[in-house]
């Protein structure tokens, strides 16, 4: 390890990317009990902000997938109205820049928020209002960020044309990919191709939730049969992978995701809090990192799993001993694997992320 040891305020300062964060996984715990007083949701646990944020935080041992998506439950409940969506959208973005991440492509499944008649493009007309709003609030704190977003259609859903074509709508107002979430056991996204060639004839983006409760089998079909360009979580390629004592052996699917450089979205906390691993350490984001994978670090959702990105870059700082020169790859990683038009990435990079990070080490 280098002499640039990462302390949380150095981490804060730096400038970071987002690439997997779910709108509706990071709510702040004060707004959800308004918006439930505004539209008279009874559901919520408890009323005081501060119990509430650590009931959503689901770290209990041996976690699982259905305790984690419990809290949906209630935060999609305060996400029926446009208004509510805009404010949401709002303070994501500026919580985000006041977190220091000058760039997040943000996803939410507008089929999620129809339950009081909304129409899909209302919906995601309010939360492109909403982040809109949020940036010029950041800006006016002197946070500078860029917010894209991603549509996501559930895989458990009959949805997936109609939000893959929606996205494709809006792609010039601030959608920029289109994203398959939800369990992945029992509904293989190949039950959403019609979806796929919608996005592959319009020349979209499509990154998929793949490899995070299920194995290498969703991994391989999100590549090869559905064209995905990342991987959301992608976690289990390492079920790929054998260390023998100082040997590393890699199938021929972890040396196509390898060399393809196809960008994985690693959220460690949120796998710890899923149980799709046992605990941080455990993780093989490091592992993945030391192969040179084209390994990103995110969040998932923020509200239940309790963190930000400065938090996330922290904890693996901790666990793995990482510098700030790791910070920078990974973040560098990120920006590479952006949705966003070649020319403005190359300036994220060359104007904002590099400077950023010899600013730092100056």
Known sequence: M???VLSLSLIEQAPKVLLHDHLDGGLRPSTIIELAKECGYEGLPTK???????????????????????????????????????????????????????????????????NEGLRPSDIVQAVLQGFKDGVEEARGEGNV???????????????????????VDFRDEGVCGFDIAGPEKGFP?????????????????????????FGLPSIWEALQLCNAERLGHGVRIVDDITWDKNEVRMGRLANYVRDRR???????????????????????????RQLKFRVTLNTDNRLMSGVSLSSEFDACATTFGWDLSIMEWLTLNAAKSAFYQFDHRLDLINKVIKPGFAALRN
């Open 189 to 213: 996204p190949t039950h959403h191709l019609e979806a796929f060639r919608i996005l592959q004839n319009a020349d979209f983006h499509l990154t998929l939730h793949a490899g995070e409760a």
């Open 2 to 4: 280098s002499s640039d």
């Open 48 to 114: 005081d902000p501060e119990a509430l944020r650590t009931w959503f935080i689901a770290d209990e041992p041996n976690g699982d997938l259905v305790r984690y998506l419990a809290g949906f439950t209630h935060t999609t409940a305060v996400m029926q109205t446009k208004s509510a969506l805009a404010r949401v959208a709002r303070e994501c973005a500026v919580d985000l820049a006041r977190d220091g991440v000058v760039y997040a492509e943000i996803r939410f499944a507008p089929e999620l928020h129809t």
């Open 145 to 167: 960020i860029i917010i894209r977003t991603i549509l996501s259609a559930m895989r458990q859903a009959e949805r997936s044309r109609e939000i893959a074509a929606l996205a």
């Open 262 to 288: 196809v960008p994985l979205e690693l959220c460690p906390t949120s796998n710890v809090h899923t149980g799709a691993v046992s605990a941080l350490h455990e993780h093989p984001i490091e592992k993945l």
